[in-house]
């Protein structure tokens, strides 16, 4: 059964560092997203992406955040210099058409650890 | 942001038995409602859903059920099996005309089934 894959599943940074969270949605999916949990907390939503472009954003996802879509495969997530409050699982998930019935399917996560 | 609430941290159920997990919304616009499961250190699984259309949705020994006028849904899960120990997260989202929009989730109940 396809499923989405996350690179790496663990990422430890400094402070002040760039990091980029790579996912793989499965194929012949058209909508993306990234959510987030700090621990103890519940999943967060922080973007959506459709057709090469941000389709809905949450108040999480300031200029630190961007995602992009660099290939026909690999959907990413860059913050640009990361807080310790980034501090989190981050997860992708992709749907076939985003339409109100589909399904978001998650992949495993990235554990974001920021010292 | 309690849009969507789950407000049994644990519940504890013997094998065989039903499991009635809860949930409650505030946005009378949610429109889709999901229900995941999630091991440690794994992504969330999407389990079963229902349309606002609905109130009721059966997959297998999975059923959800839907009162609008509450604002509550549940899932049973007859009969409970250990290996449906995990957290269950309660999703909604409000279709934003005809694409899904982000997901709002609870901040789960972790089920134990014991022999």
């Known amino acids: 059964e396809p499923e989405v894959t996350q690179t790496p599943s663990h990422q430890v940074t400094q402070m002040g560092q760039e990091v980029i969270l790579r996912c793989v949605p499965i194929?012949?999916?058209?909508?993306f997203y990234w959510y987030r949990q700090i621990l103890g907390q519940k999943v967060e939503f922080l973007v959506s992406f459709y057709n090469n472009e941000i389709s809905e954003k949450s108040e999480i996802f300031d200029d630190q955040f961007s995602v992009e879509r660099p290939d026909g495969s690999n959907f990413t997530l860059k913050i640009r210099s990361t807080k310790l409050e980034d501090s989190a699982m981050y997860f992708c998930?992709?749907?076939?058409?985003?339409?109100?019935?589909?399904?978001?399917?998650f992949g495993p996560g990235t554990r974001l650890t920021v010292l | 942001d309690q849009q969507v609430k789950q407000n049994s941290p644990s519940l504890s159920v013997q094998e065989g038995r039903i499991s009635i997990l809860n949930c409650d919304y505030t946005n009378s616009m949610f429109d889709y409602f999901l229900w995941y499961k999630k091991y440690p250190a794994e992504g969330p699984t999407f389990l079963i859903s229902?349309?606002?259309?609905?109130d009721k949705n059966e997959d297998g020994r999975f059923t959800v059920f839907l009162n609008k006028s509450a604002k509550h849904l549940s899932l049973h899960i007859v009969p409970s099996q250990p290996g449906d120990s995990a957290v269950y997260f309660c999703?909604?989202?409000?279709?934003?005309?005809?694409?899904?929009?982000?997901?709002?989730f609870g901040r789960g109940t972790q089920l134990t089934v014991w022999p």
């Open positions: 229902i349309s606002s259309i609905k």
């Open positions: 999703a909604a989202s409000a279709g934003r005309g005809s694409t899904l929009g982000r997901l709002y």
């Open positions: 998930a992709s749907s076939p058409q985003g339409i109100s019935t589909d399904t978001q399917y």
């Open positions: 194929s012949n999916h058209l909508y």
